[in-house]
């Protein structure tokens, strides 16, 4: 018997510690209206209430799910209070919370659990696969998929081929000649002559401008960047109006897990993921346990589901499901928010091409690079990790990665991200939570192999490059400080939103975008050496390793060659770019529409 599909694994017992009730501050507005007292508003109230400037300062350190005495012992040491204070204080967060000003976890479960509909979404039938130019990659990854096997549910493999070369399309085609008798999924193979067909067909059917449209898949023709978002952008149009899953071709569909992990689900503020060195010597089976279920059903069940479906299975375990709960997130996934991205964890290369990161992570991460130099240095520049959750994490703050299996909620329109050059991943996700700002991405327990033929591996080198920016990561960022400006919630509005904000953006001289690029390196920068300072101070590092730290951190104080400025560069391709995109959004609307209403997807299988 099939299981249930929606049934999530979370058969562990339940210890929610002390039974005193948890309270947390709903979001809220203060002003002050003497020396002594605030006006308070609570988010979705039309009552004002005068409260004390004590009790308000109270009531914003309850930001998280906590007894009364815990609050207590939070705020002493949040406001340097002395200890002699803290039983006033829990008295005082038992009287706000009989005032109503703090709601119990109970309270907080209906609040984000309410709307949980019966009817589930349509199976997710169609896996895209990118590939370019990597023939041996792409045969691994069909043969493991037909050895293993395919969710039944799965109908369509489209292979969406990026190599532009005669002699390579057509040994792509004389391979899946090859493997499509062994998979039961209907195998689709488009070239890039194939491509253009399809859209400038959906172009004439639409009633749109064929170079507007198309676009969104060549990019700039003078642009020398290789084209990872073009294929994401076709599998949008081909993909409209359902449920999707979309793999790069170095990736394999074998899932493992850590230990540790479970099904159980996790609402956070932000994702927080373990990470962990891969031995070289082992077997991946003899690090990591295998995944019991298939990772396209496992994406499948949670895909385009609403925040209601992750309550009612956690909320016999609230210490998991709530513990990164803040005001701020309960006042999104009160709206009524639902997963529109699903991403597998990556077993293997990571998919980063810089090495600064991994020195800001937590210390537990790191203590594998302690123990012996010759090991450690062999771990850190292997490029081998295993990175995930351990549990089903849910957030709607997020920086995507597509580096293996992303699940992708296309029933309503979603937005092209940039045909051409890196981070189109994070620029496609930061158009998703702008268009969607009630949308959520999950992390899944799991993680795919994701290896190369030819392995990659960090040098000492690395250590000195400084973190840098681009277009798409200039966008993603742009973009989501847009979303939080903006009110308005139906589609057509924050699209008309978007196109006059990256106008505008077109309008700005080289040197206020050029400002603006400064100002978000000098951001991302700043982070980023925060994070591996807090490491660093946490540690107890051999010498060889706070060598390391000491290189990275100074290589993130770098200054740009004014000779050759990238920014400099990047402002006129910024504006290029802005003006194209504006320009061809309306046919990107029309088109999309259009193929949902036609079932593109469905016609393509035939034909």
């Known amino acids: 018997m099939t299981p249930d599909p929606y049934s999530f694994n979370v058969s562990l017992g339940s210890d929610t510690g002390s039974n005193a009730p948890r309270y947390i501050a709903p979001p809220f507005n203060a002003r002050r209206i003497n020396d002594r007292e605030t006006l308070l508003l609570m988010a979705g109230s039309d009552h004002p209430q005068r409260v004390t400037l004590e009790h308000t300062r109270l009531l914003a350190a309850c930001d998280r799910l906590r007894d009364a005495s815990e609050h207590a012992a939070h705020i002493v040491r949040a406001l340097g209070l002395p200890a002699s204070r803290t039983g006033a204080i829990e008295q005082a967060v038992l009287e706000l919370a009989g005032r109503d000003l703090l709601i119990d976890q109970q309270q907080v479960l209906q609040r984000i659990g309410s709307g949980h509909s019966s009817e589930h979404p349509a199976p997710l039938t169609t896996l895209f696969i990118r590939t370019c130019r990597r023939p041996e990659m792409l045969e691994r990854l069909l043969t493991q998929a037909a050895r293993s096997g395919l969710p039944e549910t799965l109908k369509h493999l489209v292979v969406i081929d990026g190599d532009s070369r005669p002699q390579g399309q057509r040994d792509t085609a004389r391979l899946l000649d090859t493997l499509r008798p062994g998979l039961s999924p209907a195998l689709i193979h488009l070239a890039k002559d194939r491509q253009h067909q399809l859209i400038e067909q959906l172009a004439d059917d639409a009633g749109v401008d064929g170079s507007d449209l198309g676009w969104f898949l060549t990019g700039d023709p003078a642009d020398p960047a290789l084209p990872y978002g073009s294929a994401v952008n076709l599998a949008l149009l081909l993909g409209a109006g359902q449920r999707m899953a979309m793999l ?73 499901l709530l513990d990164g709960l803040d005001p701020q997130l309960l006042s999104v996934l009160s709206a009524g928010a639902t997963v529109k991205l699903t991403t597998s964890g990556t077993l293997g290369d990571p998919g980063t091409s810089g090495i600064e990161w991994v020195f800001g992570e937590p210390p537990r991460h790191l203590s594998a690079l302690c123990r012996d130099e010759n090991a450690g240095r062999a771990l850190l520049f292997g490029r081998q990790l295993a990175r995930a959750p351990e549990h089903l994490q849910a957030t709607p703050n997020y920086d995507l990665m597509t580096t293996t299996l992303t699940g992708i909620d296309n029933r309503e329109l979603l937005l092209p991200t940039q045909a051409k050059g890196r981070n189109e991943d994070l620029l496609f996700g930061a158009l998703v939570t702008y268009l969607h700002p009630r949308s959520l991405h999950v992390s899944l327990p799991h993680m795919l192999v994701h290896r190369r033929t030819k392995p990659r591996r960090w040098c000492e080198s690395d250590l000195d490059r400084s973190k840098g920016t681009n277009r798409g990561a200039f966008l993603s960022q742009h973009i989501r400080r847009l979303g939080f400006a903006v009110d308005a919630d139906d589609i057509d509005s924050r699209v008309g939103l978007l196109r006059h904000a990256l106008a505008n953006l077109a309008t700005l001289s080289d040197a206020e975008i050029r400002a603006q690029l400064c100002q978000d390196l000098l951001h991302l920068r700043g982070q980023t050496v925060e994070r591996i300072r807090m490491t660093r101070r946490s540690m107890q590092l051999p010498d060889w390793l706070a060598g390391c730290f000491d290189r990275v951190l100074a290589a993130q104080g770098q200054l740009p060659d004014a000779a050759g400025d990238p920014l400099a560069q990047m402002a006129g391709e910024l504006r290029a770019f802005c003006r194209r995109y504006v320009s061809g959004l309306a046919a990107w609307q029309r088109a999309w529409h259009h193929a949902r209403d036609t079932r593109l997807i469905e016609r393509l299988t035939r034909s």
């Open 248 to 320: 790069d071709d170095d990736a394999v569909l074998e899932a493992y897990r850590f230990d540790a992990a479970d099904d159980r689900p996790a609402l956070v503020t932000e994702p927080a993921g373990r990470l962990q060195f891969i031995d070289p010597e082992a077997d991946f089976s003899s690090q990591f346990r295998p995944s019991e279920r298939h990772p396209i059903e496992e994406h499948a069940q949670i895909l385009g589901e609403c925040c209601a479906l992750l309550v009612a299975a956690g909320r016999e375990h609230p210490e998991v």
